[in-house]
């Protein structure tokens, strides 16, 4: 069974950092692309970060210049580096990816982790 787990979350100050993380577990043949989503209360779930399983990026443009998103395929993991964070990107962040698993290719989706960002 394949889990994706998020961890770093939590509460900090604007123009501070944080590092969320996400781990693939499972009977996992091969990760594609992993991305990052980010859900604010009362808003729709909208894509922040993605990076192929060649390493090529993509930001979303609310997180251009301030976020940087990696991957450490030996350890199932992409991870999400935040930098300069503003109060409008605190929201439950979710990672996703694309990955191949019992002979299928299919995307899974973790729970969440929270981040808070005060003013």
């Known amino acids: 069974q394949v889990q994706l787990v998020e961890s770093g979350g939590g509460l900090v100050q604007a123009g501070g950092s944080l590092r969320i993380s996400c781990v693939a577990s499972g009977s996992i043949f091969s990760i594609l692309d992993m991305r990052w989503y980010r859900q604010a209360p009362g808003k729709q779930r909208e894509l922040v970060a993605v990076v192929t399983s060649g390493g090529s990026t993509n930001y979303a443009d609310s997180g251009k210049g301030r976020f940087t998103i990696s991957r450490d395929n030996a350890k199932n993991a992409v991870y999400l580096q935040m930098n300069s964070l503003k109060p409008e990107d605190t929201a439950v962040y979710y990672c996703?990816?694309?990955?191949?698993?019992?002979?299928?290719?299919?995307?899974?989706w973790g729970r969440g982790t929270q981040v808070t960002v005060s003013s």
């Open positions: 996703n990816a694309d990955l191949k698993a019992g002979g299928t290719i299919r995307d899974y």
